[in-house]
């Protein structure tokens, strides 16, 4: 029951917010402000009012930036089409015109933009009508102290553009080098997101859904080589790394399920964030080492709820707000009644599901002080299939298996021939056999130096004959696993 439609098919009501409402709204308010400014000082009372909202308007839609776009008769802000009542055509038009006669391809306002530098911009705009002073725009604006406004030219525009292109989305790279970029981009991305909420105390959802989706579209081409990053636990960011692969894992044991790609993406955005209700916990009790006292139990047992709260500050009420809300709420409810906030109901909803065993498995298998070393993954899904088994979906537990095999990136396995090898990722077509790097030969020498030996996967005529745990061969897994 997979879905392979393209991902636009469907406008989802985020982008629907920002195209046909917010889009119109801000090319009205341009407009006018360039043809008040012409009239009036803007200490003009009306100019005021008008440049608050604009600077209103541009913080609802922001997300790191806006970025406004005029090409043709059409507007894009932050690269979704603006939509046009017929009503409205004469104002796009007469905006494009005044792009147009400047040369101007867009302009992009940045987070912190202020009324009085959006003022100086109209004004500047004004000043600089045609397409000779139209180049120098640019220059006098950020002369002018303006610093989070900035204009782009048609020529900046095309070029982007072009180098677009051109740039060929990594070709030349190797799965697991193109596959290691691809986690470090969704790292630094879910940083900005969890950041943002954190600070606005509202959901960054576009940031988080650029996110997930190249994730999503990895996994609906079958492509899980990005699964076994997330066995790499050596980052200095540990919250960050969790929330990604918490989705990551989450995404692909969805995938595995055959849910369709509507509903990974939420899942995927769910899961980036289903743990921004602890940024309302305070720190000292976050980085306690040790045990934690009642009180701060007590505490960290909110942050589902907390995390629910801010999920409902999504604009609208959609199936996606419902499904990030009820990863948030309930990731840690289990269905044996244990876990948190206590609820009537004994099942979680399915997302909540997966989302909760993605987060088990990527919290067991990371260092935390009160235990000597952190789990491994084999370990992990030891536990997991063993003693907690009860308290999971046990097809989400299938299908965990799956998506990290029997021997998780990280094991340490013998052969029956004698090798010594390190799992780096499973091979959905035997999970027996992962794809894995040789640390020793048969015969007792090492095979760390020099060129690295990988099987992809593991041949058949090699079968594992036992784990070996972390202990009996000293080894800096982390670092084999990121080389
Ligand atoms: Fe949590
Ligand atoms: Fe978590």
């Known amino acids: 029951m997979t879905d392979d439609r393209p991902t636009r098919d469907h406008e ?116 600089h009508a045609d397409a000779e002073s139209g180049a120098r725009l640019g220059e006098t604006v950020a002369g002018a102290g303006v610093v989070h406004i900035v204009p782009i030219t048609l020529d900046e525009l095309e070029t982007a553009q072009d180098a677009h292109v051109e740039s060929g989305e990594d070709a030349g790279l190797d799965e697991r080098s193109q596959a290691r970029r691809s986690y470090r981009q969704a790292l630094q991305g879910t940083k900005a997101a969890i950041l943002r909420t954190a600070r606005t105390g509202r959901p960054a959802i576009r940031r988080a859904k650029r996110v997930v989706q190249p994730i999503v579209d990895s996994a609906m081409k079958n492509d899980f080589s990005i699964v076994g990053m997330t066995a790499i636990k050596n980052h200095d960011e540990y919250t ?60 960290m047992r909110r942050h589902p709820l907390e995390g629910a709260k801010v999920v409902t500050h999504m604009p609208g009420l959609s199936s996606q707000m419902l499904d990030v809300l009820g990863v948030c709420m309930y990731h840690h409810a289990r269905r044996d009644g244990s876990g948190y906030p206590k609820i009537a109901r004994t099942e979680p909803p399915p997302m909540a ?56 990136a990280g094991t340490l396995m013998q052969t029956e021939t004698g090798y010594l090898v390190l799992s780096l990722n499973n091979d959905r077509n035997d999970l027996r056999r992962p794809h894995c ?47």
């Open 12 to 127: 989802d009501p985020d982008d629907k917010v920002l195209t046909s409402v917010l889009g119109p709204q801000l090319v009205a308010r341009l407009f006018g402000l360039l043809r008040a400014t012409r009239t009036y000082d803007q200490t003009n009372q009306t100019v005021r009012d008008q440049l608050r909202e604009a600077v209103t308007l541009i913080e609802d839609v922001m997300d790191d930036q806006v970025t406004l776009v005029a090409m043709g008769q059409c507007f894009y802000l932050n690269g979704a089409r603006v939509r046009v009542e017929a009503s409205k055509i004469p104002l796009f038009n007469a905006l494009s015109e005044e792009f147009e006669q400047r040369r101007l391809g867009g302009v992009r306002f940045l987070e912190g933009v202020r009324i009085d530098e959006l003022g100086t911009f109209i004004r500047l705009m004004v000043d």
């Open 240 to 299: 960050y790394a969790h929330s990604v692969n918490v989705s990551i894992l989450s995404i692909a044991i969805g995938q595995t399920l055959g849910l369709p790609r509507g509903a990974l993406a939420n899942l995927g955005v769910g899961a980036l964030l289903h743990d921004v209700g602890k940024t309302t916990i305070p720190v000292e009790v976050l980085a306690k080492p040790g045990r934690l006292s009642e009180e701060d139990w007590a505490l």
């Open 353 to 408: 599901r997966i989302a909760a065993i993605a987060d088990c498995y990527d919290a067991m298998t990371t260092h935390r002080a009160y235990r000597s070393r952190p789990f491994t993954g084999y370990e992990a899904l030891g536990t997991l299939l063993g003693e907690e088994r009860g308290r999971f979906d046990s097809a989400v537990l299938w299908a965990l298996v799956q998506t990290v095999g029997l021997y998780p």
């Open 437 to 483: 790097r040789v640390l020793a030969y048969p015969d007792g020498t090492h095979a760390l130096d020099g060129q690295p030996v990988i099987w992809e996967p593991m041949p058949r005529h090699e079968t594992v004959a036992r784990v070996v745990s972390p202990e009996e061969f000293e080894v800096e897994i982390d670092r084999l696993l990121a080389a």
